[in-house]
């Protein structure tokens, strides 16, 4: 069996193929950040998720991509985890935006975005992957993601300039205090996924035209920063993945049509175009499989 692994900061999809390159099992756990997360915490989510238990002795190569992995050194991080877990596999670690690439080819050179817990982007040509501005992360960068919008729903609340029916409502939702927030934002390491989970007040509230307009800016200002950046962003067509990205399609291809940018994909979830492109563009991958079954 091969798995397919697109993990951002809060959830990784996992995606296992038989012998066949058919889908046998679908599963879902926490993501794997290298930078917030150790062995510890991806062995036993993994020992924590029934579906992986029951084929993990059976899956004999893994295609890991993920948030962070954006280099050797932490590329091991989370590789020496997995193979403690998954003790038969050979396995490969590369950075979610190549899954992003890859999900969102559709045959030509492609400007790819990631915009969910956190925000990123890169051209992808048709073979290799070319960044052009890196990701800074939650505290200095991540403009448009979840914590990206978590930090200014947080602090418009703790300065008491939401409008009010927002303000009430997160104060009836959440009951948190500033002291219980600078425990969780200064001196959590999940910090990034904290300020991301109050996605969904957010969501909650899209039609409000204080929503309207924060998201209006932080598209604007990830297109400014990760899209204009590219000397031929005019030329290609501009593709998102993410969660945010997708509930927001709407305000997000405005904002790409005013700066002159072609719209692509916006993708909710990118593990089944992910296994897709690995079917149809990278058949090498399957050639441990029995070739017979594979034209079966």
């Known amino acids: 069996m091969i798995a397919i692994a697109e993990s951002g900061s809060t959830k990784c999809d996992w995606i296992v193929l038989n012998r066949k390159a058919e889908v046998c099992l679908k ?3 926490p993501g794997f950040n290298p930078y917030f997360h ?3 915490f991806v062995v036993s989510s993994l020992q924590n998720c029934e579906e992986l238990n029951e084929v993990k002795d059976q899956i004999s190569t893994i295609f890991f991509y993920g948030a962070g992995c954006s280099s050797e050194s932490l590329n091991l991080i989370i590789q020496e985890a997995l193979e403690k877990y998954f003790v038969n596999a050979n396995i490969r670690v590369d950075h979610d935006l190549v ?3 890859y999900s969102l080819y559709e045959g030509d050179p492609v400007i790819c975005c990631i915009v969910g817990t956190g925000s990123n ?3 992808f040509d048709g ?16 403009e448009a993601s979840g914590s990206y919008f978590g930090k200014k729903i947080l602090a418009d609340y703790f300065y008491k300039r939401l409008p009010a029916e927002m303000q009430r409502d997160f104060e009836e939702k959440y009951k948190i205090t500033w002291s219980q927030t600078v425990e969780k934002v200064y001196k959590n390491p999940h910090a990034n996924v904290y300020l991301a989970s109050f996605m969904p007040f957010i969501i909650a509230h899209k039609e409000n035209p204080y929503v309207i307009e924060m998201v209006k800016d ?3 200002r990830f297109i400014d920063v990760h899209v204009a950046n590219f000397s031929n962003y005019h030329q290609h067509k501009v593709g998102f993945v993410g969660t945010l990205a997708f509930l927001f399609g709407d305000i997000l291809e405005e904002e790409l049509i005013k700066r002159d940018c072609k719209p692509g994909r916006i993708i909710k979830n990118p593990a089944d175009n992910l296994v897709q492109y690995h ?6 991958v399957f050639s441990e499989l ?7």
């Open 279 to 284: 079917i149809d563009y990278k058949t090498e």
């Open 99 to 101: 899954a992003a690439a």
């Open 121 to 123: 982007s890169c051209f």
């Open 27 to 29: 599963a879902n756990t």
């Open 218 to 220: 932080g598209m604007a």
């Open 290 to 296: 029995d070739s017979a079954a594979l034209n079966q």
């Open 127 to 142: 073979e290799k992957v070319h960044e052009l501005v890196p990701a800074l992360g939650f505290i200095l960068g991540d």
């Open 38 to 40: 150790g062995e510890d």
